[in-house]
C-alpha cells in the first residue's frame, strides 16, 4: 500500500511503561486512529488523579478495563493501516494494552472483586473500599499507571497532530 506524502507527517514520541521511543511518518489513518484512542483515553476517570475522597476503585478499573474492547474496536475499524509494528499506532496501543494495562487489571481486578464479596450490609462500596488493607497499595499504583497513561495521551495527541 502507497502512501501520499502529501498527508504524511513525521512523529516522534517517548512511550510509557518502558516501551522507549517510536519514530515514523504517520498518515491520516494512524492520525485519525490516534485522535480517536486520545479521546477515549483523556475523557475516563481512569488517567485522572483520585483524590482520597473522590470516586470508588471499581469505576476506575472498570473504565480501565473497557480500554480493551474499545482500543480494539478502534483499531479493527482503521484497519491494517494503523500497523502492528513499534512504529505505528497499532503497535503502539497492542502494546500499551498487553505489557501496561493487561498486568495491572489482572492484578487488582480479582483482588477487588474478593473483597468486594465481603461487603456487609449497609456499608457503602466507598466506606468498605477504604476499610481495605490494599487500598493504600492500590491509589498508589493506580497513580503511577495514571501518569503512564497520561505518556500514552501525550504520545497520542502528537500522532493526532493536537495540542496536549
Request: hydrophobic share 40%.
Amino acid at each position: 500500500m502507497e502512501r501520499d506524502p502529501a498527508v504524511l507527517k513525521k512523529v516522534s514520541v517517548s512511550l510509557p511503561f518502558g516501551l522507549g521511543s517510536a519514530e515514523w511518518e504517520a498518515d491520516q489513518t494512524e492520525r485519525h486512529a490516534a485522535w480517536s484512542l486520545y479521546v477515549e483515553l483523556v475523557t475516563r476517570i481512569s488517567i485522572q488523579p483520585l483524590g482520597q475522597e473522590e470516586g470508588i476503585f471499581r469505576e476506575a478499573l472498570d473504565s480501565l478495563y473497557s480500554l480493551f474492547e474499545t482500543t480494539r474496536e478502534i483499531l479493527k475499524e482503521a484497519g491494517p493501516g494503523v500497523g502492528a509494528s513499534h512504529n505505528s499506532v497499532g503497535g503502539i496501543a497492542i502494546a500499551v494494552l498487553n505489557q501496561g494495562l493487561r498486568p495491572f487489571v489482572t492484578k487488582w481486578h480479582p483482588s477487588l472483586e474478593v473483597w468486594e464479596t465481603q461487603r456487609p450490609d449497609g456499608v457503602s462500596s466507598k466506606e468498605h473500599e477504604k476499610q481495605w488493607s490494599e487500598e493504600p497499595e492500590l491509589r498508589k499504583e493506580l497513580e503511577v499507571l495514571g501518569k503512564e497513561l497520561n505518556k500514552y495521551a501525550q504520545a497520542l495527541a502528537q500522532v493526532a497532530g493536537v495540542e496536549n
